[in-house]
């Protein structure tokens, strides 16, 4: 079932796309920081606050998609013992863990001028701080641990233990009282955002997950290459 | 129209102290991908020039092999 992407045989295509990602993802920066800083308008309210929702969100939603990616491959990884599903999240893990600290930190920097406030101890900050500090044991889990078996184990119950932090970070605004406003973005029903603000986030969350395709590519060559030097070894 | 962009009506150092750090990490995050790549491929190139010709000819059949020396010979 899962012999096409073998990877002997996708090799070939993943050393060759980081070059053509990387062009993609400086034009569809530079369109979307030129929307966000300059073209866009500012809020009634927030004022040009508002203009680190083009960051904060975006990072946010990168961060939440791929820790999900984790925990599916990881359930993947256990049902069909195939460890290029393993080699496939452990190349996914960095960028959704910086992902996660650039939503962090630019969340904190918003909070201060809209809610007085470098940090409040509110569910969805302290629920996506959760998320990062299982991301950080899953890839510290990866340096201590030597053996492949054990290490996979090890981190895939990380990842699916990690998962049921997602949908308290997605409903938390709903669940609690909290300072963090409610979403504005809804695919099933009307959103609240303006199309002159959606379009520009809608640019610069192509751009990260172009950014977050590229650090992928480039981890998992690496992962591949890692792979292909114990084979010599073993000659 | 500089001054209106760069002060942001006083939230300035806000806007442009959270996008500075984006695309710092950004650029941190890049450059350390490609430096482990690049230290990989090197490792790689040279345990594959220390192989015997028989060695050599074995690990020569694997196309992905073969790509990795390719993409070596690049940086």
Known sequence: MFKSFEPN?????????PKYILFLFIIFLTVGLTEALILSPEDYKQGDAVRIMYVHVPAAWISLGIFSSLALLSVGSFVFKNKNFAIISKSLAP?????????LVTGSIWGKPTWGTWWAWDARI??????????AMY????????????VIKITSMIAILGAVN???????????????????????SNNSIDISMLIPLGIMTAAFALFSLLIFLMKYNTELIKVKNKGLDRL | M????????????????????TLTSFVTLYF????????EQKRFTSKFGSLNAKKAKVARLQNINKEILLNASKI
């Open chain 1, 9 to 17: 045989k996708i090799f070939a295509i993943t050393s060759k796309a």
């Open chain 1, 95 to 103: 960028s959704g863990f910086i992902f996660n600290i650039i939503a």
């Open chain 1, 126 to 135: 302290t629920s996506m701080l959760i998320l990062a500090l299982f991301y």
């Open chain 1, 139 to 150: 890839l510290l889990a990866w340096r201590i641990y030597e053996d492949k078996d054990q």
């Open chain 1, 166 to 188: 997602i949908p308290i970070i997605k409903y938390s605004v709903e669940w609690w009282n909290t300072l963090h406003q409610l979403p504005s973005i809804n695919v099933l």
């Open chain 2, 2 to 21: 500089i001054n209106e962009i760069i002060s942001m009506n006083g939230y300035g150092v806000y806007v442009w102290s959270a996008f500075s750090f």
């Open chain 2, 32 to 39: 350390v991908t490609k430096l482990q790549l690049s230290k």
